[in-house]
């Protein structure tokens, strides 16, 4: 099972980019999108009828703003895109498939780099998450949650980590969520599971050419159950080409999807 996640930055500028194109040539089973900005009526063919797959969307009300998807070869026993949470579903930042054995959720956590109201809606979110999913582990299901979380959880997940201990997306309380979530929240990071010790980054500020010098950030991730993530065999961070500010994270599991 091969599974890819990307904060797009647009689903219309990444396809423009070539996205749907590589899409075509990488022979994944699941898909999960972030930040897709669109709305329902400005979705074309071309980003919703992927050779193979069904596609599934969460729409922010904003217009241009947040939105996730999932495209996925498998027909889903169930969709969800809300979790009766007005302030954070009118945002358009889950969508979650039910399968036989597997619960799989495309997310996208707020930044809190804007403001302090919304560095407190983004931990009010954290809260949120930990009550949430401990109530779907209890399913006894497999559960992959792939997104742009927007925390760098420790020094080798960002390159200048000194120059932001102070700044959202590396801050004490965000690295503990994660911390927890990893070892007691029922969840593995898959990727550093895979890599321990490997510097790799999924996005890039457009400032300072941050992209050409790789002074990045790793907080894009696939977060599973421990039984998932011991299948994984294979992750990557693909730089060849570049359809957003994120670059797609792909992670081959040994596990059939049913």
């Known amino acids: ?33 972030q930040e897709t900005r669109i709305q329902p009526e ?31 070869k498998k027909k889903p026993i169930s ?17 979650l498939l039910e399968f036989q054995d597997l619960y799989l959720l495309s997310l996208y956590l707020p930044s809190g780099t804007r403001s302090d109201e919304r560095q407190n809606f983004k931990y009010e979110t954290l809260g949120w998450f930990r009550r949430w999913s401990s109530s779907l582990l209890k399913t ?35 690295r503990e969520w994660l911390t927890e979530l990893f070892e007691v929240g029922g969840f593995r990071d898959v990727f550093r599971s895979l890599y321990p010790d490997l510097e790799m980054y999924t996005w890039w500020s457009n400032r300072g050419r941050a992209w050409e010098k790789n002074v990045g950030w790793r ?19 693909y730089r060849e080409e570049r359809f957003s500010d994120h670059s797609p994270l792909i992670i081959d599991y040994d596990w059939e999807l049913n």
Request: charged share 25%; glycine share 10%; proline share 1%.
């Open 1 to 33: 099972m091969r599974v890819i996640t990307l904060n797009l930055n647009g689903i219309r500028a990444a396809f423009r980019k070539g996205f749907g194109q590589w899409l075509k040539k990488q022979d994944a089973d699941l898909i999960l999108l």
């Open 42 to 72: 400005q979705l074309t063919a071309e980003q919703t009828q992927i050779d193979g797959f069904q596609s599934y969307f969460s729409f922010a009300e904003a217009k241009g703003y947040s939105g996730v998807g999932i495209y996925s």
């Open 79 to 95: 969709v969800e895109n809300k979790v009766d949470w007005l302030d954070f579903d009118k945002e358009g930042r889950f969508l």
């Open 140 to 174: 006894g299901k497999q559960v992959l949650v792939c997104g742009d979380l927007n925390i760098a959880h420790q020094e080798i997940d960002l390159k200048n980590w000194k120059g932001n201990q102070k700044n959202s997306g590396f801050l004490p309380a965000e």
């Open 219 to 237: 907080i894009d991730y696939q977060i599973a159950t421990p039984e998932l993530t011991a299948s994984a065999t294979d992750g990557s961070v």
